[in-house]
């Protein structure tokens, strides 16, 4: 059913924006690490996006998305007010979360948002939340007055040095492995190579570590197939099965080979779009 955009607020500027979508049904049953599923039009492929927040006394579930092809750009044309066609949710197994101890959260690019709700999950439950968020600069950074709303330590990586540390979130969550014994897990979502170096970083130290995985879907439940991915050596369907998944059995290198096969219809369908709305 038409869903309306109650807010909308670009985060950065025709690269990514953030939506407050009227939805009740999904707010009040959303669960961190669960996501949706959006049509923009009639003729627009389904998108699945993590829920990066629930607001269930509003009635409202928070969207975050990066700009990358012609149906983010439609969505992104949208504002406040707005409807979009449908949004079908909440889908996926919920984040597990139990009593960890320690628990550290690493976020990169819109990741953080997804990994923010997962975050959140673990402080309601008693977990102590370390953050380790990164991007390339400080005006590329998302969620970070979020985060520290309720997390005792954000730790924030740039590539250029802008904001926090200069470095990359695995030198920070290593340095953090190294000096405490305590973590019980590790959460990734991010860039599909940045949750692969935290895994095998994980690894070395023996962690339990989740990720969370951005295959590519269609119907988000099950039935065609799309987002299969490999795991532990089998077959798992990442819309059904996930989007959650131990990171230590993730077969990365085919997953990013499978994000990358219709990179080229992505880019001609993209130049039509542009061409189209610039004229």
Do not use: Y
Request: proline letters at 5%; glycine letters at 10%; aromatic letters at 4%.
């Amino acid at each position: 059913m038409p869903t309306k955009i109650l807010e909308k607020q670009q985060l950065i500027p025709g690269s990514v924006s953030r939506i407050d979508l009227d939805a009740p049904a999904i707010a009040e049953t959303a669960k961190p690490g669960t996501f949706v599923i959006i049509r923009v039009n009639e003729t627009g492929e389904r998108v699945p996006l993590t829920i990066a927040d629930t607001d269930p006394a509003r009635g409202t579930i928070t969207l975050v998305f990066l700009v990358v092809g012609k149906t983010s750009a439609l969505l992104d044309s949208l504002e406040a007010g707005d409807e979009i066609l449908d949004v079908c949710g909440p889908l996926g197994r919920p984040t597990d979360i139990e009593p960890r101890g320690t628990v550290v959260c690493v976020g990169g690019g819109t990741g953080i948002a997804a990994m923010h709700h997962i975050a959140k999950g673990h402080h309601a439950a008693g977990n102590h939340v370390v953050s380790i968020i990164g991007s390339r600069s400080k005006d590329l950074l998302l969620f970070c007055d979020e985060l520290e709303s309720f997390c005792p330590e954000v730790v924030v990586t740039t590539d250029d040095g802008s904001m926090g540390r200069k470095g990359m979130v695995t030198e920070a969550l290593r340095e953090r492995l190294e000096n405490d014994p305590d973590v019980g897990e590790v959460v990734a979502v991010g860039p599909v190579p940045m949750m692969a170096a935290v895994a095998e970083l994980t690894r070395e130290f023996d962690v339990p570590t989740t990720v969370s995985l951005n295959a590519i879907m269609v119907d988000g439940v099950g039935m065609c197939g799309a987002c299969r991915v490999t795991v532990g050596g089998e077959t798992r369907f990442a819309c059904v099965d996930g989007p959650e998944f131990d990171g230590h059995q993730v077969d990365f290198a085919e997953l990013r080979a499978r994000l990358a096969a219709f990179r080229g219809d992505e880019i001609l369908s993209m130049e039509d779009f542009r061409r189209l709305r610039d004229g």
